[in-house]
C-alpha cells in the first residue's frame, strides 16, 4: 500500500458574486489568482438547518455491505487481511496537493448558496491530466463523507465543519463564516489527501475531477432513498441489541474516546469563552486610549503623562488585537476540530459494533438452529473475515490517528505559548518605557526647581 501523502496549503481567499448557472458551480477551468484577508472566528456559534440533502447514513447495516468494501482487492483470510489493511510507513511524497478558495455567492428564485474553488494539482498516473479546477457547493462535501464512510465503515474519516451561523449576525453567508467554513473544508479535503487509503478512494478522485454534471450524475448510481433509510432503521436497531462481547481493546479504545471527548468539549467552550471575552476587552481598549487624549487637552500639568498613557494603551491594544488573531488561527480551530473527531470516533467505533453484532446474531441463530444451518456457516465464515478486516482496519488507523492527534495538540499550545510570551513581553516592553519616561521628566522637572 502505498505510504501518505501531503498536501497544499491554502491560498487566501477573496469572496466573490456570481450567478447561480451551472458553469459556475464546476467543471475544468484556467487557473486564476486569488486575494483576500483571512477573518477572525466568532465566539458562539449554533446549528443552522440549511436547504441541502440532510440525510446521511452513519451507520451501514454490515449484511449490506460485501467484502469489496473495505479493498477493491479484499482478501478471503484473516491473515491476509492483516497484511492488507497494514499502513507502511514510506517515504512522503509529494504528489497530490488541494486547494480550497475563492468562495462565491450563488442565488437563485429557490436558494442561496456558496461554492469553493477547489484546485488540484497532480502527478498520479490514475488521473487524466495534471491539474483540475472545479466549484462544490457544501453539500457536495457531504456527499464524499457520506461515501467515504460506505466504503471505509472502520477507518476514520476527517469531520467537516458544522452547518451553522455566527449567533447574533442576521447575514446568513458573513465574511467570517465564509472564511472559517472555507478554512475548514481547506483541511477536510487535505487530511484525506494525506490518508494512506482513503486518498485512492474513487469517490474522492471524482470529487476533485468531474465537472458538475458529471458529479450529479455520478451522485446517482448510488443507492436510493428508501434504501438509505432501510439501511439506517437496521444500524439503529443493531445499536440498540449492542455488543455482547467487545474484544477488551476496542473497550479501551471506547473509554479513551469518551475521556477525550469529555476534555477536548471542555477545553473549547472554555477556548471560546475566553476568545470572547478577549474581544470584548479588545473594544473596551480601543476606546480607552483616546480619553486620555481628550483629558491632557484640559491638563495642561498632566499632558505628557496622559499622553503617554494613550500611546501603552494603543500599543497594548495592536499587541492585543494580533494575539487574538493567532489564537484564532492556530488554537481554537485545531482543538475545535478535534471536538469533531470525537463525534466521528464514536461513529466509527458503533459501525465496528454493529458488524460484530451481526456476526453474533448470525451466531446465536446457529446455536439454537433457527435457520438453515449450511447457509448460516457460510454466512457465519464471511461475517467472521469481514469483523477481523474491520477490526484490522480500525487498529491501524487509530494508532495512526492519535499520533497525528498528539502532534496537532502539542503544535497548537507551543503556537498559543509563544503567541502569549510575545504578547506580555510587547506589553511590559511598552509600560517599562513609559515609566522609564516618567522617571526621567520627574528627574528634569525636580532639577529646574532647584535652578
Given amino acids: ?26 467543471g475544468s477551468a484556467p487557473l486564476s489568482g486569488s486575494s483576500g484577508s483571512s477573518a477572525l472566528l466568532q465566539a458562539e456559534v449554533l446549528d443552522l438547518d440549511e436547504d441541502e440533502d440532510d440525510l446521511e447514513v452513519f451507520s451501514k447495516d454490515a449484511s449490506l455491505m460485501d467484502m469489496n ?13 492483516i497484511n492488507q489493511i497494514k499502513f507502511e510507513d514510506e517515504p512522503d511524497l509529494k504528489d497530490l496537493f488541494i486547494t480550497v478558495d475563492e468562495p462565491e455567492s450563488h442565488v437563485t428564485t429557490i436558494e442561496t448558496f456558496i461554492t469553493y474553488r477547489i484546485i488540484t494539482k497532480t502527478s498520479r498516473s490514475e488521473f487524466d491530466e495534471s491539474e483540475f479546477e472545479v466549484r462544490r457547493r457544501y453539500q457536495d462535501f457531504l456527499w464524499l463523507k457520506g461515501k467515504l464512510e460506505e466504503a471505509h465503515p472502520t477507518l476514520i474519516i476527517p469531520p467537516l465543519p458544522e452547518k451553522f451561523i455566527v449567533k447574533g449576525m442576521v447575514e446568513r453567508f458573513n465574511d467570517d463564516f465564509i472564511e472559517t467554513r472555507r478554512k475548514a473544508l481547506h483541511t477536510f479535503l487535505n487530511r484525506i489527501a494525506d490518508h494512506p487509503t482513503l486518498t485512492f478512494n474513487e469517490d474522492f478522485k471524482v470529487f476533485l475531477t468531474a465537472q458538475a454534471w458529471e458529479l450529479s450524475s455520478h451522485k446517482k448510481q448510488g443507492p436510493g432513498l428508501l434504501s438509505r433509510m432501510g439501511q439506517t432503521v437496521r444500524a439503529v436497531a443493531s445499536s440498540m441489541r449492542g455488543v455482547k462481547n467487545r474484544p477488551e481493546e476496542f473497550m479501551d479504545m471506547n473509554t479513551f474516546i469518551e475521556t477525550f471527548s469529555q ?19 479588545f473594544e473596551e481598549m480601543k476606546e480607552y486610549g483616546p480619553i486620555h487624549v481628550l483629558w491632557s487637552a484640559s491638563e495642561e500639568e498632566l499632558v505628557d503623562s496622559l499622553k503617554g498613557i494613550a500611546s501603552c494603551i494603543d500599543k497594548c491594544c495592536k499587541a492585543t488585537e494580533k494575539r487574538m488573531f493567532g489564537l484564532s488561527e492556530t488554537l481554537l480551530p485545531v482543538v475545535h476540530e478535534y471536538v469533531l473527531y470525537s463525534e466521528m470516533l464514536m461513529g466509527v467505533m458503533r459501525r465496528r459494533d454493529q458488524i460484530q453484532t451481526e456476526l453474533d446474531s448470525k451466531i446465536e441463530a446457529l446455536t439454537y438452529k433457527k435457520a438453515d444451518t449450511d447457509l448460516l456457516t457460510e454466512e457465519i465464515g464471511k461475517l467472521e473475515d469481514k469483523v477481523e ?49 516618567q522617571t526621567e521628566l520627574h528627574l528634569e522637572e525636580t532639577s529646574e526647581d532647584k535652578s
Fill in 1 to 26: 500500500m502505498e505510504g501518505e501523502r501531503l498536501a497544499s496549503q491554502p491560498r487566501s481567499p477573496g469572496l466573490q458574486t456570481g450567478g447561480a448557472g451551472g458553469e459556475s458551480i464546476g
Fill in 69 to 81: 468494501s473495505f479493498s477493491p482487492m479484499m482478501p478471503t483470510s484473516p491473515l491476509s487481511m
Fill in 263 to 281: 476534555k477536548i468539549n471542555l477545553i473549547d467552550k472554555i477556548s471560546q469563552r475566553i476568545y470572547k471575552e478577549e474581544r470584548e476587552y
Fill in 389 to 437: 478486516c474491520a477490526n484490522n482496519a480500525l487498529k491501524a488507523d487509530w494508532e495512526r490517528w492519535k499520533q497525528n492527534m498528539q502532534s496537532d495538540i502539542k503544535s497548537a499550545f507551543t503556537d498559543m505559548a509563544e503567541e502569549n510570551i510575545s504578547y506580555y513581553e510587547q506589553c511590559l516592553a511598552t509600560w517599562e518605557s513609559f515609566l522609564t519616561s
